[in-house]
């Protein structure tokens, strides 16, 4: 499978938890995206990476979240003493100019804060 | 900056009828514009895609949507639909910004 690969597909944390998630883009793509997606609606962008350099975050992202991308691969999201406001879909997405300015998502990473 | 409206949060065809969903777009520059569909606890799948090509745009599973500029739209449209069509559909719109921006969707139910 070539697409992208995100994990863990579902977490379920107690609220004040600290929760990671990783996703390994397609290879070579060389920029990188994460939304979040709450239940009934759409995608929400959150930030994203050319290489290892993460180029916006949206006023979306407090400062309790923090995206790596430290070689220019994988890339994570750590969402620090969770909250219940939290829960979503986390979608990991990413792009090749090379493959047609397509952004290709994963399937997401669910997070349930109890 | 871009934005995408989607007209109707539910849509209920019967099995073999004409699909259409609404998409109008906003944007300031000529936009790449985007249809995803989304199946129960998955992530998003690419439908078909505009990129200043093609005004009319076939996709995936016999999907295909048209171009109109003069009313900023983007309407997705199948002319038979099928039970596996069942499913949460995203119109979103990528700007200068290379960011892609979605309507809050539609939910297409099939009626037997």
């Known amino acids: 499978d070539t697409g992208v690969s995100q994990d863990p597909r579902h977490k379920i944390t107690k609220r004040g938890q600290n929760v990671t998630f990783r996703c390994d883009p397609i290879s070579e793509h060389n920029r990188l995206y994460w939304y979040r997606q709450t239940l009934g609606q759409g995608p929400e962008f959150l930030t994203y990476?050319?290489?290892?350099?993460?180029?916006?975050k949206s006023r979306l992202l407090s400062d309790r979240f923090s995206a790596e991308r430290p070689k220019g691969s994988f890339s994570t999201l750590e969402i620090q003493r969770t909250e219940q406001g939290d829960s979503a879909m986390y979608l990991c997405?990413?792009?090749?100019?090379?493959?047609?300015?397509?952004?290709?998502f994963g399937e997401g990473s669910w997070l349930t804060v109890v | 900056a871009q934005s995408v409206t989607q007209l109707g949060s539910h849509v209920s065809v019967s099995e073999g009828a004409l699909v259409l969903l609404r998409c109008n777009y906003s944007?300031?520059?000529?936009?790449?514009l985007f249809w995803y569909v989304q199946y129960p606890n998955q992530g998003l799948q690419l439908l078909l895609k505009y990129t200043s090509a093609a005004t009319l745009v076939k996709g995936i599973n016999g999907f295909e949507a048209e171009f109109k500029k003069s009313e900023t739209s983007f309407h997705l449209t199948k002319p038979s639909a099928h039970m596996s069509d069942a499913a949460e559909y995203f119109c979103?719109?990528?700007?200068?910004?290379?960011?892609?921006?979605f309507g809050t969707g539609t939910r297409l139910t099939i009626i037997p």
């Open positions: 990476f050319q290489n290892e350099a993460q180029l916006e």
């Open positions: 944007s300031s520059v000529p936009p790449y």
């Open positions: 979103a719109v990528r700007g200068q910004d290379e960011k892609l921006t």
């Open positions: 997405a990413s792009l090749s100019y090379a493959s047609g300015n397509t952004i290709y």
